[in-house]
């Protein structure tokens, strides 16, 4: 139990160091930092779902979401106009066309697993540039704003933790018990406060978005993370594995520590896009 502890608790400080730490360091660390961590987690994702009943192929399916992630990223950098999408939508014909000639026997299973990974996986990383890179008509420059980016990760960290406490604590009435029996409305509720309060600072602190606006944000990002979370349980449930990977030890995978952030991502951009109209 004790060394248990002592590995999450390793792999735990590590992790944020290394995504704080990518995320605000340079542009460039940014973009290598989540391009990884894309395909990493596509990649996972075929390891987790292919059986018998169905066979992706992890490795174009993975060399898709980095593709994507770059493709976005150059386009809200105002590098290269749409056409920066076509080798995307290549991928995924051939994804779809493969199946007519690997004679694989569930290629309907196939499809949809495969678009799954670029729907569920790739997209929402690939999104993360929508917050990060902002272009500034004013001045013709592109902005770097990793603290947007960041808060998402705050407010899901702080939501986790704080519903963990009050769970712990006060927890008597199941949120969602057919799928994650552990969580109560209580624990979300809790979360909730603890994430609305850390809006407060950083409202305090960075004034690009106004102080409603950090807590709608904050609000968006516990609700659709407790969905993410519940979503990729339900996943789990579903293949009867209790970690999506081994690839963080003590955490289980890659998208057991981005689950939330899945659904709270682009949750975020779209709720960020509503309230700048």
Known sequence: MKNNFIQRAITGVLFVIILI???ISHPLSFVVLFATISALAVWEFGSL???????????????GAVVLFLAIHTFCRNLIGSEVFIPYIFILLYLLISELYL???????????????????????ALVNILAFHYNPATEVVEFNNILPLSVFIFLWLSDTGAYCFGSLLGKHRLFERISPKK??????????????ASFVLAHYFSFLML??????ALVVVIFGTWGDLVESMLKRQLGVKDSGTLLPGHGGILDRFDSSMLAIPAAVVYLFCVSL
Not at 103 to 125: C, D, G, I, R, T
Request: hydrophobic letters at 50%; a positive charge; proline letters at 3%.
């Open 103 to 125: 004679k694989k026997s569930h290629p309907l299973n196939n499809w949809a697993y495969s678009m799954l990974a670029q729907l569920y996986v790739a997209l929402p990383f």
């Open 21 to 23: 730490g990518g995320m």
């Open 212 to 217: 409603w606006q950090w807590i709608g944000l």
């Open 184 to 197: 109560s409305w209580e624990g979300f509720f809790g979360g909730a406060l603890v994430a609305v309060g």
């Open 49 to 63: 779902v292919n059986s018998e009943t169905v066979s992706i192929n992890k490795f174009i399916n993975a060399s």
